[in-house]
């Protein structure tokens, strides 16, 4: 059975930094997309990382670029999403996202409960 558990979240001042961990249980981490996605009060999930395990392209949200960093750890089965320079704006239920290949599972991944964000002086 598939399951995510997100850790790492908190409350944080401006311009402070967390480093997320979602640790994988139940399939191959190694073959899977790993995603960080947020959802702010009121507004859409978004996707702020992607890193794609087989190959390695990585992606980022724009309002995330150069102070956000995904990386993997496939020994670990663990994804991380390193953030330096936080903003108010970053407060949000930060969500780690699994996508299997083609043909292994649901298109639309699996996801983990979340860990809560929160920046503010």
């Known amino acids: 059975q598939v399951r995510l558990a997100e850790s790492g979240g908190g409350l944080v001042q401006p311009g402070g930094s967390l480093r997320l961990s979602c640790v994988g249980f139940?399939?191959?981490?190694?073959?899977?997309?790993m995603s960080w996605y947020r959802q702010a009060p009121g507004k859409e999930r978004e996707l702020v990382a992607r890193?794609?395990?087989?190959?390695?392209?990585?992606t980022y949200a724009d309002s995330v670029k150069g102070r956000f960093t995904i990386s993997g750890d496939n020994a670990k089965m663990t994804v991380y999403l390193q953030m330096f320079s936080l903003k108010p704006d970053d407060t949000a239920w930060y969500y780690c996202?699994?996508?299997?290949?083609?043909?292994?599972?649901?298109?639309?991944?699996?996801w983990g409960q979340g860990t809560q964000v929160t920046v503010s002086s």
């Open positions: 996202n699994a996508i299997p290949p083609l043909g292994w599972g649901p298109p639309q991944g699996y």
């Open positions: 139940g399939f191959t981490f190694s073959r899977y997309t």
């Open positions: 890193i794609v395990n087989d190959g390695g392209t990585i």
